[in-house]
């Protein structure tokens, strides 16, 4: 059964720290294009972060540049967002998706398989 399982959401005070993992199972991660899209209370899903198959390419949201960071192992078939000086504006539930192409886009669109989420909470 091909599925995305994430996990390492939680609450985290603003300039805190968080690192969301996507396991992936029934794919080859190196086939794929990853990508992480978050959705606050209220608002549209957007994309934050892309990774194409090899891991050869990154691309950031500017909302989140400079301070999230996506990476995978490959050999782990697992995906990884590591997240730092969070800021309320980051709360939200951040999935995991994946797309069996070669490109990094945030247009969620051409993402065939999604996870279920987790939540991210950052708050004084």
């Known amino acids: 059964q091909t599925q995305l399982v994430e996990s390492g959401g939680g609450s985290v005070q603003p300039g805190g720290s968080l690192r969301l993992s996507c396991a992936a199972s029934g794919l080859t991660l190196k086939s794929w294009s990853f990508a992480w899209f978050r959705q606050a209370p209220g608002q549209e899903r957007e994309g934050v972060s892309c990774?194409?198959?090899?891991?050869?390419?990154?691309n950031y949201a500017d909302s989140v540049k400079g301070r999230f960071t996506i990476s995978r192992d490959n050999a782990r078939n697992q995906v990884y967002l590591q997240m730092d000086n969070l800021k309320p504006e980051d709360t939200g539930v951040y999935y995991c998706?994946?797309?069996?192409?070669?490109?990094?886009?945030?247009?969620?669109?051409?993402?065939?398989?999604w996870g279920q989420g987790t939540p991210v909470t950052v708050s004084s």
């Open positions: 998706v994946a797309g069996y192409f070669a490109q990094c886009t945030l247009l969620e669109k051409y993402f065939t398989l």
């Open positions: 990774s194409t198959y090899g891991a050869g390419f990154a």
